[in-house]
């Protein structure tokens, strides 16, 4: 098992930028792929981007491809998601996972128009 705590959430103006940070403990933070996922009210949890437990392979919901980063830092435990170039429909709580069971909390993204 592995606790996560999602941060950096907030307000921002469309085109702006923030970076969420993801604090894992428990269970070896390398044993897991990660990734973050997000959820906009009245819509389903969809996916955003996933990094892999070895090799730095990483992957992308295409609607973030090119706006979007992520990277883990394993000697801090922890998951990053830089976002880049923000819309209004990018508007959502934020999920940090860890293999298929694991969530955090979320950390809520609102981008103004």
């Known amino acids: 098992q592995v606790q996560l705590v999602e941060s950096g959430g907030g307000l921002v103006q469309a085109g702006g930028s923030l970076t969420l940070s993801c604090a894992a403990s428990?269970?070896?933070?390398?044993?897991?792929?990660m990734g973050w996922f997000r959820q906009a009210p009245g819509k389903e949890r969809e996916f955003v981007a996933a990094?892999?437990?070895?090799?730095?392979?990483?992957y992308y919901a295409d609607f973030v491809k090119g706006r979007f980063t992520i990277s883990r830092d394993k000697a801090k435990n922890t998951l990053y998601l830089q976002m880049n170039n923000l819309k209004p429909e990018d508007t959502a709580v934020y999920y940090c996972?860890?293999?298929?069971?694991?969530w955090g909390q979320g950390t809520q993204v609102t981008v103004s128009s």
């Open positions: 996972s860890a293999g298929p069971s694991n």
């Open positions: 428990g269970r070896t933070f390398s044993s897991y792929a």
């Open positions: 990094h892999g437990w070895s090799g730095g392979i990483t």
